[in-house]
């Protein structure tokens, strides 16, 4: 599918709005409102579960020539810090390490 500049900008213009109204309406329902503790409860693991989502899409399972070491290797650091650490950022920055680390020396 192919689309003019036009329709492109509407189609962004068009998300960027849903995606505010979306935003916007949560906080203004709930603004000065108290949560019940379920939902914070809940609300904690956010950060959690949108990590590994975003993370997920760059490391394919079977590509043409299987999945990459160097990314492998970095994901499985990753697992391994956050999960003795139970630090996210900690596990993030090892990660980040070693995937720089083993890119730098593979060449």
């Known amino acids: 599918m192919s689309l003019s500049t036009t329709e492109l900008w509407i189609m962004i213009a068009a998300l960027g709005l849903g995606t505010f109204l979306l935003r916007f309406s949560f906080l203004a329902l709930l603004g000065n409102r108290e949560l019940p503790d379920g939902l914070l409860r809940l609300l904690r693991y956010t950060p959690v579960a949108v990590i590994p989502g975003l993370m997920a899409p760059q490391m394919p399972v079977a590509g043409a020539t299987g999945p990459d070491p160097i990314k492998l290797a970095a994901a499985v650091v990753t697992v ?25 020396l593979a060449g």
């Open 80 to 104: 391994m810090v956050g999960v003795w650490s139970k630090n996210v950022i900690g596990a993030m920055i090892a990660g980040v390490a070693v995937l720089s680390l083993l890119t730098w």
